[in-house]
Nanobody, 118 residues
Framework: QVQLVESGGGLVQAGGSLRLSCAASGRTFSSYSMGWFRQAPGKEREFVAIISGSVGLTVYADSVKGRFTISRDNAKNTVTLQMNSLKPEDTAVYYC???????????WGQGTQVTVST
């Protein structure tokens, strides 16, 4: 059974930093893309960042480009999101996502709350 568990969320002041981690289990995910989405109260879930399982290509949403960095450790089946220069508009529940480009199967974590105060 595939499971994704996020950690590292919390409360931080604007301009601060936070690091989120996602641990995947149930199979080997080295060939899967891994990424992060977020959802603020009353808003739609939006794409944040993704890293491919092939050569580590990364894509970022324009709103976080230059501030967030995504990375992965295939030996540990983990993906990390380093968030710097946080803004109040970054406040949301952040969800880990794992996707297979071959089967189109997708898996989601339960989310971790990130709150950025002014």
């Amino acid at each position: 059974q595939v499971q994704l568990v996020e950690s590292g969320g919390g409360l931080v002041q604007a301009g601060g930093s936070l690091r989120l981690s996602c641990a995947a289990s149930g199979r080997t995910f080295s060939s899967y893309s891994m990424g992060w989405f977020r959802q603020a109260p009353g808003k739609e879930r939006e794409f944040v960042a993704i890293i491919s399982g092939s050569v580590g290509l990364t894509v970022y949403a324009d709103s976080v480009k230059g501030r967030f960095t995504i990375s992965r450790d295939n030996a540990k089946n983990t993906v990390t999101l380093q968030m710097n220069s946080l803004k109040p508009e970054d406040t949301a529940v952040y969800y880990c996502n794992v996707h297979s480009d071959i089967t189109k199967s997708a898996y989601w974590g339960q989310g971790t709350q990130v709150t950025v105060s002014t």
